[in-house]
């Protein structure tokens, strides 16, 4: 843990907003819309869907981690940050069928009447905790945002994904004036494709999304999907086999993850951070744990110690085990705020019985041989 030594550019901010909870979905069961032989779940709708979230914040408030941090409001973001990502006739669709009461426009993507706003100031708690920390408010930043970005492309929302959020707050913190170079690391189970698309061509952004090979999107997400331009080798994936596990992921980023950081040299980090790798969640099959989420947390933080003065953001994605998301992402934030408050993993000893063999292991550590050979090392900047 990290250790503080003087006033709020040593603090930990914690952005987070009541109503980003309300955003809606549709009628699905899981990720089927319902009709035909498709029966209502109990508790209705998509896997997406406030609880996760905000039982990660009322678990922080119960143990008291809440008290450790500086927890903090934002505006949404404006019409104007929003087209430095997304085409102003995707925007004004969206507006439109939100202000008539909802609707769909691209792939798992439902809400109801105003949900363009809620998804915007799900934008602005992302942009808000980059300029926080940037500008030298606070070290690092954690943004509870919802609805999440990291599918979202520029004109097509998809995976319960209606607003790039990070392509967002990056364009908004270019727009402030800070020019430096942003690594992106996306731990979410499912593939980054959103933010890959929004960065594919530059340099000055590295995209790297470590997934679980053929989730969601099952097209996308491919180790030779490299970049273009002048972003040829700045976008890296690393799709690793279901049932990988605590070993394979923290492999992962010390073998490829961390080098590649070491390489690139960012100005600020910032993680698409979700939790939907972890044992119990219904739209993935990983095996990772609280500990791992802690594990990597911990990696990335010293990295960005070593590399960029501490400057770090999350931005909350995915995860929809309702009991065990918030222990995971508490976890994380304990570490980031260096805070003594903790709330064990009620579930360590099931996870720990359940984790992939030597042999597993053995033979995903040679997969991330090979895919650290293909991806490293980086090209020169241009």
């Known amino acids: 843990m990290q250790e503080e030594t003087d006033g709020a550019r040593m603090t930990t901010a914690f952005f987070w907003d009541e109503r980003c909870f309300w955003h809606a979905g549709g009628n699905y069961a899981l990720t089927l819309p319902l009709g035909g032989l498709v029966q209502p779940l109990a508790a209705g709708g998509l896997p997406e869907n406030p609880e996760t979230k905000r039982r990660l ?20 973001a404006t019409w104007e940050d929003l087209a430095r990502v997304h085409p102003e006739e995707f925007l004004q669709r969206f507006k439109d069928l939100s202000d008539l009461g909802g609707g769909e426009l691209g792939l798992r993507t439902p809400f109801a009447k105003g949900g363009f706003e809620i998804a915007a100031l799900s934008a602005g708690l992302a942009k808000a905790a980059v300029l926080a920390v940037w500008d030298g408010t606070f070290r690092n930043a954690y943004a509870l945002s919802r609805p999440p970005g990291h599918h979202c492309l520029p004109d097509w929302p998809n995976g319960f994904c209606l607003l790039n959020n990070i392509g967002v707050a990056i364009g908004a913190a270019r727009a402030a004036g800070h020019q430096g170079r942003i690594a992106v690391i996306d731990w979410d189970v499912h593939h980054g494709n959103g933010t890959e698309a929004v960065f594919y061509d530059r340099a000055d952004v590295l995209t790297i ?21 002048a ?3 700045f976008n890296m994936n690393i799709p690793l086999p279901p049932g990988a596990g605590h070993v394979s992921y923290l492999e992962a980023m010390e073998r490829i993850v961390l080098p590649a950081l070491e390489q690139y040299r960012p100005d600020m980090i910032i993680i698409a951070s979700g939790y939907d790798a972890g044992c119990f969640d219904p739209l993935a099959r990983m095996l990772a744990t609280v500990e791992t989420f802690r594990a990597m947390a911990q990696q990335v933080l010293e990295a960005a110690d070593r590399l960029c003065d501490g400057r770090l953001v999350m931005v909350h994605e995915g995860g929809y085990s309702e009991a065990y998301v918030p222990f995971c992402g508490h976890a994380v934030i304990q570490e980031m705020a260096g805070s003594a408050v903790d709330a064990p993993d009620p579930l360590a000893p099931i996870v720990a019985a359940r984790q992939p063999s030597a042999r597993m292991d053995a033979f995903v550590s040679t997969l991330i041989g090979e895919i650290a050979e293909a991806l490293l090392p980086l090209p020169e900047m241009p």
Do not use: C, W
């Open 57 to 76: 914040k009322n678990l922080m408030d119960v143990t008291g981690l809440s008290d450790d941090l500086q927890m903090r409001r934002a505006v949404a």
């Open 231 to 233: 972003g040829l080798g």
């Open 209 to 229: 999304s470590l997934h679980q090979e053929r989730n969601y999107p099952v097209d996308t997400g491919f180790i030779e999907d490299r970049g273009r331009d």
